[in-house]
């Protein structure tokens, strides 16, 4: 069955998740289908057009595409042309909170009835534990002969923006096996990865270690690996509510949490990722995982309530944003304001649960306009934001040009390396509300700028400071001591 360690595998539904997964399974050497019930978005495939923004992707679907990896929306010739099936539809949240399934369970009937041979049916999409359980009675409801089929759970750890280096190059690979043919299966299919071989070819997509790595693959029974998943993705999205609580102390007290961060992640039980305070989680995974990871505990009946703790703190962390902002232009109503940043992280297009989305959302209910600009996310960002109180520009520098103040909301690398003189040129006043300290703040002072960022004490360029006692946490005096400054500058 296994020839020539090449596997036949067919991945439904080809977004972030599954074009990736395709791809690199192609990458590795199977020979792939991916599947999706967009036609438009398979048309565009075909044509050789990447419907999402991420590195590496298009190298990869160019040199695979009609060789090791064909495009389908045909469900049915895909499970009859493979041996393996990976479910990567979205699973997104529903009213209640807990992850709707059905899209997961549309495209389990149909693999049901065209199951043709001896197939493994996979769960990539993350779900709640014994979703396997649900997926198996779904197969054999819809027809499938039991002893056609086994079901496994391999979920992906994958973060947009580095997706296909973290598919090539993982942590560590979790397969979720409940029988010995689905483990040996998903063993030989990741095989390249864990004997070390893909990182040896010559053409393999440079990654962060070298010719001997070799990936670790995790074999647990398929509701550990289900569990895994909503516990990985929940433990992250505390470490950022928890880091962001700490910040708000720390600004509280005037200490800066970035000292605070390199002293508490040093710690190796720590450790120093994710310990970014900001304006909070957001993206098409954690606050849909972790709402439904709680609502799981809650089923079970368990007591998770620090959860709920994670997604108020995440909630606030927004608020105490807009009143970061309101506190730098006082009042919103009329103030034209620049955004730097839409996606809800930097390296994707992706804008679903966007915290930036949400706050400009707030900021044009209270009056403001918005001249947004985003390297990748714009064309995606429109089709959510009210025409109406949002223009686009075309770069940072555009969107800054006469704006009361400047709000960074996306940890872009180009947003870290803004020519900060010309930006205060431009700005009507020299205001910086920073939601990702991009910067170090004496730095923005220095070019003249009011810097408001997270955990950190306003800072304040010297030639305002001095033109009046300033209270930085009064927009009234800034503006104030920006008023006699300028006149100051002017009359010189
Ligand atoms: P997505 O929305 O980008 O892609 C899902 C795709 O499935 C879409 O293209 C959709 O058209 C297709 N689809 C839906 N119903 C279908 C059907 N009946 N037949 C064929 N195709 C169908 O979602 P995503 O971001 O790729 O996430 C997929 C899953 O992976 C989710 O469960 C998510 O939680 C999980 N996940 C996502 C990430 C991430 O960073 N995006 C990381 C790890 C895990």
């Known amino acids: 069955m296994f020839i020539g360690g090449k596997m036949r595998i067919a991945v439904i539904g080809s977004g972030y998740v599954g074009l990736v997964s395709a791809a690199c399974f192609a990458e590795i050497g199977h020979k792939v289908i991916s599947v999706d019930n967009d036609a438009d978005k398979i048309a ?6 990447v419907p999402i923004h991420e590195q590496h992707l298009p190298e990869l679907i160019k040199r695979h595409h009609r060789k090791r990896l064909h495009f389908s929306t045909v469900i049915a010739d895909a499970v009859r042309a493979s041996e393996a099936i990976f479910i990567t539809v979205g699973t997104p949240p529903s009213e209640t909170g807990e992850a709707d399934l059905s899209f997961v369970e549309a495209v389990a009937s149909q693999i049901a009835s065209a199951i043709d041979g001896r197939k493994v049916i996979i769960e990539k999409s993350t779900v709640p534990v014994r979703t396997c359980e649900s997926l198996r009675k779904t197969l054999l409801l819809n027809g499938a002969p039991p ?33 010995a043919f689905s483990s040996s299966l998903l063993q030989k299919i990741y095989a390249p990865l864990t004997s070390g071989s893909y990182y040896c070819g010559k053409n393999a997509v440079a990654g962060p270690d070298g010719c001997a790595l070799k990936a670790r693959l995790i074999l647990t029974n398929a509701k550990s690996a289900e569990l895994i998943k909503h516990a990985s993705n929940a433990f992250l999205a505390m470490k950022i509510s928890f880091i962001n609580a700490v910040a708000n102390i720390s600004e509280a007290v005037g200490a800066d949490v970035t000292e605070v961060c390199a002293g508490v992640g040093s710690d190796q039980r720590v450790g120093p990722r994710f310990l970014n305070p900001g304006i909070g989680y957001g993206g098409s995974c954690f606050p849909k995982d972790v709402r439904a990871f709680h609502t799981v505990a809650t089923q079970c009946g368990c007591d998770f309530s620090l959860l709920t ?46 915290p930036a989305i949400a706050i400009i959302e707030a900021l044009t209910k209270e009056g403001a306009r918005i001249i947004a600009y985003d390297p990748v996310a714009m064309a995606k960002a ?4 009210a025409a109406s109180q949002v223009t686009f520009a075309s770069d940072p520098y555009e969107a800054a040009t006469d704006c009361d103040a400047l709000l960074i909301l996306t940890e872009w690398k180009e947003f870290a390396e803004l020519d900060l003189p010309r930006i205060r040129g431009l700005l009507k006043f020299p205001i910086i509300v920073d939601g990702r300290n991009l910067y170090e703040p004496n730095r923005v002072a220095d070019a003249g700028l009011v810097y408001y960022s997270i955990g950190r004490a306003v800072a304040v360029p010297l030639a305002i400071s001095s033109a009046v006692r300033v209270h930085p ?16 500058v002017t009359a010189a």
Do not use: C
């Not at 565009?44 to 057009?49: A, F, K, P, S, V």
């Not at 994958?158 to 690979?173: C, H, K, M, N, Q």
């Not at 839409?342 to 390296?347: D, E, M, R, Y």
């Open 473 to 488: 946490e009064s927009p009234l005096d800034l503006v104030a001591a920006m008023a006699i400054r300028r006149q100051a």
């Open 44 to 49: 565009h495939l075909e044509r050789g057009e």
């Open 382 to 385: 429109k089709g959510q934001l």
């Open 309 to 354: 703790e994670v997604m108020k703190i995440n909630e606030e962390q927004r608020r105490r944003f807009l009143q970061k902002v309101r506190s730098a232009v006082w009042t919103l109503r009329g103030k034209k304001l620049a955004v730097l940043g839409l996606a809800f992280k930097g390296g994707t297009d992706d804008v679903r649960e966007s």
């Open 147 to 179: 002893d056609s089929f086994f079901v496994a759970s391999n979920p992906e750890f994958l973060r947009e923006g580095t997706a296909v280096l973290d598919f090539l190059y993982p942590d560590r690979i979790v397969a979720g096996v409940d029988d």
